[in-house]
């Protein structure tokens, strides 16, 4: 995702220090005591402008939130989205990249991770980068609980091929498989900013949900 360089962001972000959780890496096992309850924690890992996360947020009261972006320049939309809704008090966001999880959770600390339009990184040689690469998938089996699911989504067809082959291959269990989720469109589903412009154009939505079978 490119976008224009906004000078006003960082002071911004520290204006709204409360939204975004500075140095998450001194949080580990400590989310529950940020969240001040014991309810699933949920993580998107690229949040984007921050649509899903957090109308997942006003959607769930029960369930804490924390969406992790690595860019100024677009998590601060996600800020001002947050600000918007009323800030919801189960929503967190994170200035920080996805390969930094197992720093930032403790094992087992995380219930679901939701991975949304992410970068297909179509090359081959990239495909170490692809957010369902084994050694994202290893990071996720470490801080999630057993049983612990991912779910995915994205409009390109030849990255959700490589996923379901990945996550297979990685022994997880697939709960759901949809080649068209617009043409079922469950009434729980929360759109991304992504997901509006694709469906928009007519082009199928790909999603699927997979656990862990067991932690090794």
């Known amino acids: 995702m490119r976008l224009r360089h906004k000078p006003w962001a960082k ?3 520290e204006e709204n220090a409360g939204i975004v959780v500075k140095e998450p890496q001194t949080k580990k096992g400590k989310w529950s005591v940020i969240f001040n309850n014991p309810n699933p924690i949920h993580v998107e890992v690229g949040t984007g402008k921050g649509q899903f996360v957090v109308g997942m947020a006003l959607a769930n009261p029960e369930v ?3 969406g992790i972006e690595h860019f100024d320049s677009i998590i601060v939309s996600a800020v001002e ?7 919801p008090p189960n929503l967190r966001l994170l200035r920080a990249n996805g390969k930094e999880l197992a720093d930032i959770f403790e094992t087992g600390e995380v219930s679901r991770v ?6 297909p990184w179509p090359k081959t040689k990239h495909a170490k980068r692809r957010l369902t690469y084994k050694s994202f998938l290893d990071l996720y089996k470490q801080v999630l609980v057993a049983d612990g699911e991912i779910h995915f989504k994205t409009d390109n067809r ?3 091929e490589y996923s379901l082959v990945s996550i297979s291959q990685y022994g997880m269990e697939l709960l759901d498989v949809s080649l068209d ?4 469109m469950p009434e729980d589903n929360v759109m991304t900013e992504y997901e509006e412009k694709f469906s928009a154009k007519g082009q199928p939505i ?3 949900e997979a656990k862990f ?3 090794s």
């Open 213 to 215: 079978k067991s932690k």
């Open 11 to 13: 002071d911004y972000l």
């Open 158 to 160: 030849g990255l959700f």
């Open 114 to 119: 939701y991975l949304n339009f992410s970068d």
């Open 206 to 208: 790909y999603r699927l």
């Open 81 to 87: 989205k947050t600000v918007d809704a009323g800030v």
């Open 181 to 184: 989720l617009h043409a079922e």
């Open 64 to 66: 804490n939130y924390i």
